[in-house]
């Protein structure tokens, strides 16, 4: 059962509160109250509200406490277990060992070893819900890195390319008004960019929308489904976060639409596999094509960049095999923190396991120790190997090593009982847990009573198999929710960066987009108009080529902000230059940043539509006040009602930014007209999370 994350730091604590009752429980039960106060004073070591208490003082109250219980009222010095656990968790650590020393000296062999014990696991457990705390309080820490990291990729892969692309374009213009005699010519060129530039931003815009991998997996299955190819997609939950997801999602959609072109496939099967710190992309067809990858394009040479390697070969059985094998990326601190927690716990249960055994020698008569000591092996390797899970198969050999040695060892076997019970608490529900571990306490007493045991051994022998349950089940749930957190915050983390690319090919689509189209537009104009006015066009276009610029920064997670007003003016003067006579009626007043910033990228869509879309000779632009916001109203006379499909892409994302300040977007024909209607409310409501005035997304 996976708990919420945000109940892992009260469930861990929990689980300490419990597992130290426990103890306390045996030495009450044993005619020791003063364990209710070293329990209590333990606790405070728990619950990090009481953090203040800590200190030299609590130590020494502790040591006063547990040496009137064990010198004046002759408890067990097992109980000392407490001030040992607490010693280790501070810088007073070192005074462990003489504690330890004189619960040897005073006690019996038992007695000590419970001392050690009760200390290990005091300290582990206690150290294992820090570590809770610890990674519950960094969760979207690694979300927020990879965001970052994501951001840093887009603008390296932005200014290689289209930032390259604007410096072009300005280089040529410049030269065009310098040069007026050599101007057409120079002009043809930078028209070639432009375009080329705007169709790199759309297919860009689009790779961002579709380059992650279980997206990509699921396209994959549909796509081979419905062309009559069997698919066994086996991927789990491997997601791989930034550009080693990005890499594999595209040999993906290159090995399937290989597959699909040639059309000769009838079963596939896709496997993602993490291990060994590599990602493993393996596509496997009976496709009838010989080895190569061809295909692929620079494929395996950005593979081979990211330390990776791209292949195709043959099975023995003549099927068509394409892997692809990449680094996984994961930060060295991050893969530290995790072993550290696993290696802690591994570590301390299999001590406890030891101690509770050679506990149990100590009561096997010598001739017998041999076969009992095989017997605690083999349930130890069982525990041991089975922290990651357990079969059905292992718990019923352990329930047999449990109850049949008890033949053979009599009273020395009783105390193995608890490691039963903890698989139980580990493997099923609670509401069958807790009743199969009261049989199992319960079988434990009946067998002491047969075997003529004191009424106070049998209380002792009885709850300690719940003790013994309890520590082994904290242990390993402990370093279990550490890992659970951990997989939630590297999930935390391939949402945002999905969330992040998302936003890019928005900006993409919706700022940078717009741009280079207007750009593309005033620079084909200016080679049809005479010197004069195409002077006039190209200074414009210079003007449009800073704003690009900006427009980039902002896909990239740079801050910008907006002009609603400034982005009215760029419109009519675009739409002008197309033919398209304008009109524009805008309320003077004050809007919040992030309001006038999403309806300025209504605005710029809208325009993009209308020259895309349209064949209107006329369009109105106005905004008006409405229902405690702001409605902004796009109107032109060429609606086509036949003219679908690139344009929905950008409706979709107007939607989604208004939608996230609380606000709405209509869009549609009527009698020959096209309006787009968008309203937000001027005190957003952040439906979706605040939009920042920089780039909501």
């Known amino acids: 059962m996976r708990i919420r994350g945000d109940r892992q730091p009260a469930l861990a604590r929990g689980i300490v509160t419990v597992v130290l009752a426990g103890f306390a429980g045996v030495y009450v039960l044993a005619g020791s109250p003063l364990a209710i106060v070293v329990l209590g004073l333990q606790l ?133 008004l310098a040069d007026p005699g050599r101007a057409g010519e120079t002009l043809g060129e930078v028209t070639s960019a432009a375009r080329a530039f705007l169709a790199d931003a759309r297919n860009a815009a689009a790779s961002y929308r579709a380059t992650s991998l279980a997206p990509e997996v699921a396209t994959a299955r549909t796509m081979l489904a419905a062309a009559g190819v069997t698919t066994d997609v086996r991927a789990g939950d491997v997601e791989p976060v930034g550009p080693t997801g990005a890499l594999l999602a595209t040999v993906l959609r290159e090995a399937v639409t290989e597959i699909l072109r040639r059309a000769v496939a009838r079963t596939c099967s896709i496997e993602v596999v993490s291990a060994g710190g590599t990602v493993r992309l393996r596509v496997v067809s009976d496709d009838a094509r010989t080895a190569e990858d061809e295909g692929f394009g620079d494929l395996p040479a950005r593979i081979a960049a990211a330390g990776g390697t791209l292949s195709t070969g043959l099975t023995p059985e003549g099927r068509l095999v394409v892997e692809a094998v990449v680094p996984e990326v994961r930060r060295p601190v991050e893969a530290v923190e995790e072993r550290g927690a696993y290696v802690l716990s591994v570590a301390l249960l299999a001590t406890v396991l030891v101690g509770f055994s050679v506990k149990a020698l100590l009561l096997v008569p010598g001739v017998e120790i041999v076969a009992a000591a095989v017997c605690l092996a083999v349930i130890v390797v069982m525990q041991l190997r089975s922290v990651d899970g357990r079969h059905m198969v292992a718990l019923a050999l352990m329930a047999l090593l449990t109850y049949l040695p008890i033949l053979a060892f009599g009273r020395a076997w009783l105390g193995v009982a608890g490691f039963l019970a903890g698989p139980l608490l580990l493997v099923f529900p609670w509401a069958v847990a807790w009743p199969l571990v009261a049989c ?97 066009e190209l200074e414009d276009v210079l003007v449009m080529a800073v704003r690009a610029e900006a427009d980039m920064r902002a896909v990239s997670g740079e801050a910008q902000g907006m002009s609603l007003d400034a982005e009215a003016r760029s419109a009519r003067s675009v739409l002008s230059a197309a033919g398209i006579e304008t009109e524009v009626d805008l309320v003077e007043q004050e809007l919040p940043a992030e309001v006038e910033y999403v309806l300025g990228v209504v605005l710029r869509e809208a325009v993009t539509n209308v020259l895309r879309h349209s064949t209107a000779d006329f369009c109105r632009i106005s905004t008006t006040p409405a229902d405690g916001g702001m409605r902004l109203r796009v109107r032109n006379d060429g609606a086509r009602p036949a003219a679908r499909g690139r344009g929905s892409s950008g409706i979709g994302n107007l939607t989604v930014r208004l939608a996230a300040l609380g606000g709405t977007l209509t869009a549609g024909a009527d009698d020959g007209w096209f309006e787009l209607d968008a309203w937000a409310p001027v005190s957003p409501s952040y439906v979706g999370g605040p939009v920042p005035a920089g780039g909501p997304g």
């Open 44 to 176: 405070v070591y728990v619950f990090p509200g009481l953090r203040k208490s800590r200190g030299w003082w609590l130590l020494a109250v502790q040591a006063v406490v547990v040496s009137t219980a064990t010198l004046g009222f002759g408890t067990s010095v097992g109980i000392a277990g407490f001030l040992g656990g607490s010693l280790l968790l501070t810088s007073w650590w070192p005074l462990a060992v003489p504690v330890a020393v004189g619960a040897v000296l005073i006690g019996p062999a038992d007695s000590a070893i419970s001392m050690v014990l009760i200390s290990l696991v005091i300290y582990g457990l206690t150290r294992l819900t820090e570590r809770v705390d610890e990674v519950h309080a960094a969760r979207t820490a690694l979300a927020m890195a990879a965001v970052a990291e994501e951001r840093l990729r887009i603008s390296a892969e932005l200014s290689q390319g289209l930032g390259n692309g604007l410096v072009e374009i300005t280089k040529g213009v410049r030269l065009a």
């Open 440 to 536: 199992v306490m319960a079988s434990t007493a009946l067998i002491a009573v047969r075997l003529g045991l004191p009424l106070e051994v049998t209380l002792n022998y009885t709850v300690s198999t719940l003790v013994t349950g309890l520590v082994v089940y904290g242990l390993i749930r402990l370093a279990r929710q550490v890992r659970e957190l951990q997989d939630l915050r590297r999930e935390l983390a391939r949402a945002a960066v999905v969330e992040e690319r998302l936003r890019a090919a928005r900006d993409l689509h919706d700022l940078l987009g717009h741009s280079l189209a207007a750009i593309l537009l005033k620079c084909e104009l200016a080679r049809r108009l005479d010197p004069v006015r195409a002077r006039a």
